[in-house]
C-alpha cells in the first residue's frame, strides 16, 4: 500500500495572510521604493527622483493607517499581522527617512551616527511597542490601549516633509540649512540634529501619546 504524498504547501503563507496584511506589505514595498529612489537620485541628482522618493513616504503612511482601520473593521487582529506592522514601519519610516537624509547631502561622519541613532531608536520603539502593547492592554478593562510610551514611528514622515521643502527650494546637498560645522574628526550638518530629537521622543518613556 502506498503511502500518499502530502499535498504542496507552496502558498501556505499567502494563505496565512489578511486582507490587512496586504495593505501592511504595500506600506512596505513603498519604503523599500523610497529607499531605491533615494539611491536612485545620489547616482543621478535629478529632483524628479528625490521627490518620486520623498512621496513615498505618505504613501506608506496612508497604508499603515487603512491596515489598521481594515484589521479592526474585519475583526483580523493576529501575531503575524502586528509583526509584518513592525517590520514594515521600520524600512518606511526609519531607513527610508535615513536614506533620504544621506541622499539630501547629511553625509558627514557625525550626520551618519545621527541616521544610526534615529534607525535604532525606531527599531528600539516597535520592538517595546509589541512588548508593551500587550500589557498595556491587560491593564484596561476594556482590552484596549488608551496610550502608548514615546512618538509612533510613523511620525518621521515630518522629516521626509522637511527634506522634501528642502529640495523644493534649492536647500540641499552643500545648501542644506543651518550649513557644515567640523566637529573633532568629522563633519555635522546641524538639520540632522531633527533626526536625534525624532529618535529621541520615540524611545521616550515619559512621553504618553494617547491612542485613539
Not at 66 to 86: F, K, P, V, Y
Not at 122 to 150: I, P
Request: net charge positive.
Amino acid at each position: 500500500m502506498s503511502t500518499p504524498h502530502p499535498r504542496p504547501r507552496h502558498f501556505s503563507m499567502l494563505r496565512d495572510l489578511q486582507l490587512a496584511d496586504f495593505f501592511t506589505l504595500a506600506n512596505a514595498a513603498c519604503g523599500m521604493g523610497s529607499v531605491f529612489y533615494a539611491m536612485y537620485f545620489v547616482a543621478d541628482p535629478s529632483l524628479k527622483l528625490f521627490y518620486i522618493a520623498a512621496a513615498l513616504a505618505p504613501a506608506a503612511f496612508i497604508f499603515d493607517v487603512l491596515d489598521g482601520r481594515i484589521a479592526r473593521w474585519r475583526h483580523q487582529h493576529s501575531a503575524l499581522g502586528r509583526e509584518l506592522d513592525s517590520l514594515s514601519d521600520i524600512i518606511s519610516f526609519g531607513v527610508g527617512p535615513a536614506t533620504l537624509a544621506f541622499a539630501a547631502g547629511m553625509r558627514g561622519g557625525w550626520d551618519l551616527a545621527a541616521l544610526i541613532y534615529f534607525v535604532c531608536c525606531g527599531v528600539s520603539r516597535l520592538a517595546r511597542f509589541n512588548v508593551t502593547a500587550e500589557s498595556l492592554a491587560g491593564d484596561s478593562a476594556s482590552g484596549k490601549v488608551k496610550y502608548f510610551e514615546g512618538t509612533p514611528i510613523p511620525t518621521s514622515v515630518v522629516l521626509t516633509g522637511v527634506l522634501a521643502w528642502c529640495a523644493s527650494h534649492g536647500r540641499i546637498g552643500d545648501a542644506l540649512p543651518g550649513g557644515a560645522l567640523e566637529i573633532g574628526p568629522a563633519i555635522l550638518h546641524p538639520l540632522a540634529l531633527l533626526f536625534v530629537l525624532s529618535g529621541s521622543l520615540m524611545i521616550s518613556k515619559t512621553l504618553r501619546i494617547p491612542k485613539f
